[in-house]
């Protein structure tokens, strides 16, 4: 069974271009979560999904951040119009329906480092 | 609103020795949930620990502990008979209810743990 796949794995982008992050979560799992990692901190949440919905964006910035899960293939993370301020790690992790393991915990993928010159 | 606080950006430890890492939060909700998550030089997020709120036990998985004191709203990961391959950066993370959008992970700033040989 393999685990939550992301990539690019390290991505470069000069200012103003377009960066697009791809998860696919683990097999069998509904839930996707996108964080943010800046250097020397730990984890933001960014977004939560499930398949073709956004159940909490509370933590995107309001302008140039997009997510979606689709139907079919990978969650996708958008960034337009990337500003050096973006550069971080982005982390996908995945989880299973309500209802499997007591807990639910969060399986993360390898994340992608986003470097914007 | 929840907050997690890990007071110790650094640890050291000797091998084979015990070290605890310490990790506090806050929160208003009834149920929740407190893992821990270690992040080696490779940068990936490996699960190590899970204490439900609800929980009498304290949570054990293998050399890993976690000294749960509701009261203090303390959840503090022992890490026993530590390895070379323990130094890492460590994470708190807390979870609120399963229900709904309390599903994202808030997290604490982590604690560098290197382990001497």
């Known amino acids: 069974n393999a685990g939550v796949m992301q990539n690019p794995r390290h991505l470069v982008r000069r200012r103003g271009q377009e960066a697009r992050l791809r998860c696919s979560p683990m097999?069998?799992?509904?839930?996707v979560y996108w964080y943010r990692q800046l250097p020397e901190e730990g984890l933001k949440f960014m977004v939560y999904?499930?398949?073709?919905?956004?159940?909490?964006e509370s933590g995107m910035p309001k302008e140039r951040f997009s997510a979606e899960f689709p139907k079919e293939g990978p969650s996708i993370l958008r960034i337009q119009q990337v500003v050096r301020g973006d550069s971080a790690a982005y982390f996908c992790?995945?989880?299973?329906?309500?209802?499997?393991?007591?807990?639910?915990?969060?399986?993360f993928g390898p994340g992608t480092r986003l470097t914007v010159l | 609103a929840q907050k997690i606080t890990q007071t110790q950006p650094g640890m050291f430890v000797q091998e084979k020795e015990a070290v605890t890492l310490d990790c506090t939060y806050d929160?208003?909700?009834?149920?929740?949930?407190l893992f821990w998550y270690k992040q080696p030089s490779s940068g990936e997020m490996i699960f190590l620990i899970y204490?439900?709120?609800?929980d009498e036990q304290n949570a054990t998985e293998g050399r890993y502990s976690l000294n749960f004191q509701k009261a203090r709203k303390s959840a503090n990961l022992v890490i026993s008979a530590s390895q070379l391959g323990d130094s890492a950066m460590y994470f708190c993370?807390?979870?609120?209810?399963?229900?709904?959008?309390?599903?994202?992970?808030?997290w604490g700033l982590g604690t560098s743990l290197a382990v001497n040989p």
């Open positions: 999904l499930q398949k073709e919905n956004i159940i909490d």
């Open positions: 929160t208003s909700d009834q149920s929740y949930g």
């Open positions: 204490q439900g709120s609800y």
């Open positions: 992790a995945s989880s299973p329906p309500v209802g499997g393991r007591p807990y639910n915990e969060q399986f």
């Open positions: 993370a807390m979870r609120g209810g399963n229900a709904g959008n309390n599903r994202k992970l808030i």
């Open positions: 097999k069998g799992h509904s839930h």
